[in-house]
């Protein structure tokens, strides 16, 4: 009996082991995704999707574009994409973009970010971010950093997110 509940205790530490790549980047289901509902009290639907599309027009540091969005303002999906340093020496030869996409999703009061689809991109070559260079047990330590790079920068991206959606947009006049 003591054998199987520490089978069953064992196997479940293991199956959350692999719910980050490396240990760095959260998985769902076998792909790099964050997500998050967050909570924006005595917000409406609408100022939630004016202030999100705002910040997908004016995101700054990284290209953002929106793909699509609904006739009820209740999602808007972007694409945005960022460039990153592949490997240990700072030469521009090494950095790679950085595709991915955003999708948000509105309610009164609440809304929910999903940040998914990671795709690395260089000339001639398209991979996702979670098969990317994996093929050679040598580029392992490259991308832990590489990968630690860009969870930082997707967590700068949720930042920026999250502020936008708490400060109401710029009035035109």
């Known amino acids: 009996m003591n054998k199987i509940v520490l089978l069953i205790i064992l196997f479940s530490l293991e199956c959350y ?25 005595g917000t409406s639907k609408e100022e939630l999707y004016n202030c999100a599309n705002y910040w997908l027009m004016n995101s700054g540091d990284y290209q953002n574009e929106i793909i699509s969005t609904d006739d009820k303002n209740e999602q808007i999906t972007g ?16 950095y790679v973009d ?3 996409t955003i999708r948000l999703q509105f309610r009164n009061g609440r809304y929910q970010y999903s940040i998914t689809n990671f795709i690395v991109k260089k000339p001639g070559m398209e991979t996702q971010l979670e098969i990317y260079k994996m093929k050679n047990k ?12 860009i969870d930082a920068k997707i ?18 006049k």
Do not use: C, H
Not at 79 to 94: I, T
Not at 160 to 166: A, D, G, N, T, Y
């Open 98 to 100: 950085v595709l991915q």
């Open 138 to 149: 040598k580029y392992m330590k490259y991308n832990k950093s590489f990968y630690k790079r």
């Open 79 to 94: 694409k945005g994409s960022f460039k990153e340093l592949w490997g240990p020496n700072d030469y521009p030869e090494l």
């Open 17 to 41: 082991a692999q719910n980050k790549l490396l240990g760095i980047l959260p998985l769902k289901e076998g792909k790099v995704n964050y997500t998050s509902v967050l909570e924006v009290n």
């Open 155 to 172: 967590k700068k991206i949720i930042i920026s997110l999250e502020k936008s959606m708490i400060i109401s947009m710029p009035v035109e």
